[in-house]
Structures are given as C-alpha cells and as structure tokens.
C-alpha cells in the first residue's frame, strides 16, 4: 500500500472501524481513534483537502460592529490604583502590581507585574496586560436591552485578570523576528515559534466570552414571528461577546506600538485555537491589512447551533422552545434566522480571509466544537490548506500540536516570506 492509500485508510477506514466498535462498547473506540490519529499525525499530513469559498465577500460595516462606551475612559484609567488586590478564591488578597494603565481604542489597557513568568514556554521575559471595555448592552429581567450609558466611577471587578488577557512572550535568543498572535492558545506550537526567534502574543481567554456561567442568559423560543426576534437577541449577545477579541488585540497592539517599540509588529500571522479560532475571521474583519498568514485549529461556524450541539457545559446560554418539543425544521428556521441577523459569526467574517494564506486543522470526531459545524467553516472558505484527523477536540489540541507544531510554525515562516496574495471568492453552486 502506497502513502497515499495508507492516509486514505488511516483517514477514511479506521474512523468507520471506530464507528463500528463505538456501538459494541465505548471503551473500545478510543483506542482505535487514539492509534488512527496517532499515525496519521506521523505521516504529518492528515487528509489534506481544499475547498472554494462561497457567500459574500463583504467585510463586517463600522455601524454594524457592537458599541462601546468610551466617554470618560481616560479618567477612569487614571484612577486605577498602583496595587489590586486580587479576589481568586485560591489567592484572595494577593497584591497585584499594576504597571501602567492607560485608555487605548475602545477600552482600557492594564500592565500588570508578572512575578509569576509561566515556565512552560522557551520565554525570558513576559508581559502581562489585561483589556477591560464596557458594553452598553445590559440584562432588563428576561430581555436583553441596550440600557447602560454610563461608565462606572472606578474600575470594580473581581479579579483584575476578568477583563481579556494577554501574555507578550519573547525568545530567549536575540530580538524578535516579528509577532504571532495567538488566541486560544496552544503551548507546543508557542515554544516552537520561541524556539524560531518569534515573539507571541497570546490570549489564553476572553475573560467573559463561553465561560462557566452561573446565571446563563435564557432565551424562550416560540415559533412565528417571536422565532425571529428572538434569534435577533441570540446574534446580538454573540456578536457583542465576539466584539472583546478585536477591540482587545486592536488595543494591545496600540500598547505595544507606543510602550514597546523594540518588538516589531511585521512580519505577522494570527493563529486561533478552538475558540480562539472561532473568533479569528473576527479579528481579521476588524483588521484586514494586519496579517499575512492565518492558522485555524478547531474551528467552525454558526456559533449557535455548536452553542447547542457542544457537549461543553459552560457555553454560557440557554434556549427552551415554548409548547411541543423542537422539530428539526424549528431548528433550521431558527439557524436561518440567527444567521441573517449576526455579523460576526465565522459564517460571515471568513471572508476577511480570502487575500491570505490560511491552514486549517480539523479533527473528525471532535464533539467540542462540532465536527459538521468545522465542515462548514471550510466550505465557507476560499482556497485553503486543510488538516483533517481521526479524533476529539482534545487529542487535536494536545497530541496533534505537539506532533505538528513544527510543522505549522514551516508552514507559517514560509506563508509569511510570500508576497501577498489577491483573489475573489468563488460564489457557491
């Protein structure tokens, strides 16, 4: 058997062997799953595919990016300060020292001492910031409304760390050839691209943005007219979640232009992981000249129905039909109607991608971020490169980056050293 009918088999016949043993017995179709992916990552190809894009090439229009408050902003900066005092439950009352903090695009960015440098990365020095905004957009009982106007008199929160934070990692070795942007994170391919003299700056999290809620935000679902309005309210609540990505990164980078001028900010690429890729087409819309390579693990698209079909339990929102239990072509309606009305679902802001370079890892079985919902962020791509693996969400962020690390950073320095690229989406058949 050839290479390429042995990635055919590793990618076509042990997923269908796993299927198979999954129905006898659960335990069984891990090993099979585990040992597919395994050699598949090997052979440090997957299956390789391409795919056109279809849907409208249109970037996200400044009215439709969700509000921020910035009035006051830089008195409310200068008043942070010079110690917090943290409120994590297992640090409660640690002093944290805040460097600088200052009004930058639509937020407020904090410099924060970083006594503790993370030790899992090839990284002597790092800087912590963290970005705080205000949306206007507020809970009114089971409705969501546009209601605060105001900032508050002092920044108030839990933990100073609540806000979106980043992490400047920069190489041991000599000065940083350029910048990488990770959101999500990934600590394999982050020591790779350390080890190659790049500087990384990543998002471990977007502070509010899928995280465990205690109160998840309720939305009741009649069919009819209320159908629509409804998912209305669903695409305003993601799109403004999704919004903390670009207007923090769009800010740090202000920061770092004004306050750390020996790290250059070109070359650069944007990676995203799991959500992190979810959010990346985002940031792209919001700037399209930044970057000139694009890498997305674990992604996909229409960010409700993976909010339904994850099997993620802190996704933040919860939906009940009202009378008789959904059909699937509630369902379809429902998915319809969100759709028309978000703008910052990947189903839309991909097409910020279609001047760069972009490669794309999948995993087959992946039950975080739906598999199907993956499929669909790559048939709403252009020409892209695609990475697909027999397994889970988990093993595609654990064993295969660390298998592939080396790889994704090639591929990156070699998109990088190539002129940009122009090309019109193709329309969908």
Same mark, same amino acid.
């Given at each position: 058997?050839?290479?390429?009918?042995?990635?055919y088999f590793l990618c076509e016949i042990i997923p269908e062997m796993a299927t198979i043993s999954y129905t006898k017995s659960r335990m069984s179709a891990f090993p099979a799953l585990l040992v597919g992916g395994?050699?598949?990552?090997?052979?440090?190809?997957?299956?390789?595919?391409?795919?056109?894009?279809?849907?409208?090439?249109?970037?996200?229009?400044?009215?439709?990016?969700?509000?921020?408050?910035?009035?006051?902003?830089?008195?409310?900066?200068?008043?942070?300060?010079?110690?917090?005092?943290?409120?994590?439950?297992?640090?409660?009352?640690?002093?944290?020292?805040?460097?600088?903090?200052?009004?930058?695009?639509?937020?407020?960015?904090?410099?924060?001492?970083?006594?503790?440098?993370?030790?899992?990365?090839?990284?002597?020095?790092?800087?912590?910031?963290?970005?705080?905004?205000?949306?206007?957009?507020?809970?009114?009982?089971?409705?969501?409304?546009?209601?605060?106007?105001?900032?508050?008199?002092?920044?108030?929160?839990?933990?100073?760390?609540?806000?979106?934070?980043?992490?400047?990692?920069?190489?041991?070795?000599?000065?940083?050839?350029?910048?990488? #942007?990770?959101?999500?994170?990934?600590?394999?391919?982050?020591? %790779?691209? *350390?080890?190659? &003299?790049? +500087?990384? =700056?990543?998002?471990?999290?977007?502070?509010?943005?899928?995280?465990?809620?205690?109160?998840?935000?309720?939305?009741?679902?009649?069919?009819?007219?209320?159908?629509?309005?409804?998912?209305?309210?669903?695409?305003?609540?993601?799109?403004?979640?999704?919004?903390?990505?670009?207007?923090?990164?769009?800010?740090?980078?202000?920061?770092?232009?004004?306050?750390?001028?020996?790290?250059?900010?070109?070359?650069?690429?944007?990676?995203?992981?799991?959500?992190?890729?979810?959010?990346?087409?985002? #940031?792209?819309?919001?700037?399209?000249?930044?970057?000139?390579? %694009?890498? *997305?693990?674990? &992604?996909? +698209?229409? =960010?409700?129905?993976?909010?339904?079909?994850?099997?993620?339990?802190?996704?933040?929102?919860?939906?009940?039909?009202?009378?008789?239990?959904?059909?699937?072509?509630?369902?379809?309606?429902?998915?319809?109607?969100?759709?028309?009305?978000?703008?910052?679902?990947?189903?839309?802001?991909?097409a910020a991608l279609t001047e760069m370079p972009v490669l794309m890892y999948h995993a087959a079985y992946d039950q975080v971020v739906p598999g199907a919902m993956g499929e669909l962020l790559f048939a709403r791509?252009?020409?892209?490169?695609?990475?697909?693996?027999?397994?889970?969400?988990?093993?595609?962020?654990?064993?295969?980056?660390?298998?592939?690390?080396?790889?994704?950073?090639?591929?990156?320095?070699?998109?990088?050293?190539?002129?940009?690229?122009?090309?019109?989406?193709?329309?969908?058949?």
């Open positions: 058997m050839g290479r390429r009918g042995t990635l395994l050699i598949a990552v090997a052979f440090s190809n997957g299956c390789a595919t391409q795919a056109r894009r279809g849907g409208s090439a249109s970037l996200v229009a400044e009215a439709d990016w969700p509000p921020r408050i910035t009035v006051g902003l830089e008195r409310l900066a200068a008043d942070v300060p010079d110690v917090l005092l943290s409120e994590r439950e297992e640090e409660s009352g640690t002093p944290i020292r805040v460097v600088r903090c200052v009004a930058y695009g639509l937020g407020i960015v904090l410099e924060l001492d970083s006594d503790k440098p993370d030790e899992s990365v090839a990284s002597t020095r790092e800087t912590e910031l963290v970005f705080i905004s205000y949306s206007p957009l507020a809970r009114a009982g089971e409705r969501l409304d546009r209601r605060r106007t105001r900032l508050p008199k002092r920044i108030t929160f839990d933990d100073p760390r609540a806000g979106v934070p980043w992490h400047l990692y920069e190489p041991k070795d000599g000065s940083a050839r350029g910048l990488i #942007v990770h959101l999500g994170g990934n600590k394999y391919v982050g020591r %790779a691209l *350390l080890k190659r &003299g790049w +500087a990384v =700056l990543s998002a471990s999290s977007t502070g509010r943005f899928l995280q465990r809620r205690q109160d998840p935000i309720t939305f009741e679902i009649e069919r009819g007219e209320h159908l629509i309005e409804t998912a209305g309210q669903i695409a305003l609540v993601f799109d403004d979640e999704l919004a903390d990505w670009p207007y923090s990164l769009e800010a740090v980078l202000q920061y770092l232009a004004e306050h750390r001028t020996d790290i250059p900010q070109t070359p650069t690429a944007v990676m995203g992981f799991s959500i992190g890729a979810i959010a990346l087409p985002a #940031v792209a819309a919001r700037m399209p000249d930044r970057f000139q390579a %694009a890498v *997305l693990v674990a &992604g996909g +698209a229409n =960010l409700l129905e993976i909010a339904r079909r994850t099997h993620k339990p802190d996704i933040g929102i919860k939906l009940e039909w009202v009378g008789d239990e959904p059909r699937p072509e509630d369902w379809r309606q429902l998915y319809a109607a969100y759709l028309e009305q978000v703008r910052l679902d990947p189903y839309h802001t991909v791509m252009g020409d892209v490169e695609r990475l697909v693996f027999p397994v889970g969400h988990k093993h595609l962020l654990r064993v295969v980056m660390r298998l592939q690390a080396e790889r994704i950073v090639e591929w990156t320095e070699t998109a990088l050293s190539e002129p940009p690229r122009t090309s019109e989406p193709i329309p969908a058949k």
